[in-house]
């Protein structure tokens, strides 16, 4: 059943892929390439970025015009980030990315759906990012899908 | 497949077939210092993953990983496994918490292949990230092959 907000905007705008980023987050993630781990010179390499983490890297660049849709519903009273998990995430990637890509993104709450199990009745928020060139070639898309759990449902 | 850069192709797709398996990938254990230094990168600094009082008034045990570490490492696995540029596809789902102090083993294996509509080979790829204990914390899949 889909009860997805009507006043929830999309967010949309650009970001550079930064080489550092990359690098960092690849470091962070135990990236198991010793060319990633140990090379320093950005005129040598060109890291790729990260399989799962496009949206920390665009993360860096919200702000308050540009809030993303989980952080406006918090303030709107509409979710309990205290009671968010990280249910699961798909990519779909058209070409690679690569650090010194500029990017677009929109981002919006796809859909949001309740499910009952054996510890009571979890709310599903499917959160949906659209990552596009200057240009406006397709790159990637994310589905991130968080589950509220609902008070009564600790322990 | 000889390695031009980053994230080039390094494995023909065409070759894998049901049951080719990625090499199996050893981590951990899984420390504090990892999660911080994911916090840091990542600019998430969610209190679930440093402060221990309030994940346990919250009915967990403890601590627990990033669900995006996990998938990230899996990610980069798969990746220095194939090359960033084959991966067409990748889909995580966080099955069980990853507590402080757990190992985990990375693994995947090809469930199907086929060739897409443009004429490139794909494969299917169920991913597993167990824990030491046997647990199964994540479950995925990814798909791999040149872009269309």
Redesign the interface.
């Known amino acids: 059943m889909s009860d997805v907000p009507p006043t929830l905007d999309a967010v949309n705008f650009a970001f550079p892929v930064e080489w550092g980023?990359c690098r960092?987050?690849?470091?962070?993630?135990?990236?198991?390439?010793p060319?990633?781990a140990f090379s320093d010179d950005p005129g040598v390499?060109?890291?790729?970025l990260?399989?799962?983490?496009i949206q920390?890297v665009c993360?860096?660049r919200y702000g308050p015009e540009n809030a993303p849709p989980i952080v406006t519903m918090s303030k709107r009273g509409m979710v309990d980030r205290?009671?968010l998990?990280?249910?699961?995430?798909?990519?779909?990637?058209?070409?690679?990315i690569?650090s010194g890509d500029t990017l677009a993104v929109t981002e919006r709450l796809a859909n949001t759906y309740d499910k009952k199990t054996s510890k009571g009745v979890l709310r599903f928020l499917e959160f949906e990012a659209v990552f596009r060139t200057p240009e406006g070639e397709l790159v990637c898309t994310v589905i991130t899908t968080n589950i509220e759990?609902r008070p009564g449902d600790?322990? | 497949m000889a390695e031009t850069?980053?994230?080039a192709p390094r494995l023909n797709v065409a070759d894998l077939s049901v049951g080719s398996t990625m090499p199996e990938?050893r981590?951990g254990p899984i420390t504090q210092e990892?999660l911080i230094?994911?916090a840091?990168?990542?600019?998430?600094f969610n209190p679930f993953h440093y402060d221990a009082e309030l994940v346990r008034s919250?009915?967990f045990k403890g601590i627990f990983a990033?669900?995006?570490?996990t998938?990230?490492?899996l990610?980069?696995?798969?990746?220095?496994w194939a090359g960033?540029?084959l991966?067409?596809?990748?889909?995580?789902?966080?099955a069980e918490p990853v507590w402080l102090g757990d190992e985990l083993v990375f693994s995947a294996e090809v469930t199907r292949t086929y060739t897409s509509e443009q004429g490139n080979a794909r494969a299917d790829l169920d991913c597993i990230v167990a824990s030491g204990d046997g647990r199964h914390v994540l479950k995925g899949s990814a798909t791999l092959g040149e872009?269309d």
């Open positions: 980023k960092e987050l690849a470091l962070a993630l135990l990236d198991p390439d060319a990633m390499v060109a890291p790729v990260p399989v799962p983490v920390p993360s860096f205290s009671r998990l990280q249910g699961g995430l798909d990519f779909e990637f058209h070409r690679p690569r759990r600790d322990g | 850069g980053f994230g990938r981590c990892h230094r994911y840091g990168a990542m600019g998430d919250r009915g990033q669900g995006l570490l998938a990230g490492i990610g980069q696995t798969l990746a220095a960033q540029d991966i067409r596809k990748f889909g995580v789902r966080f872009a």
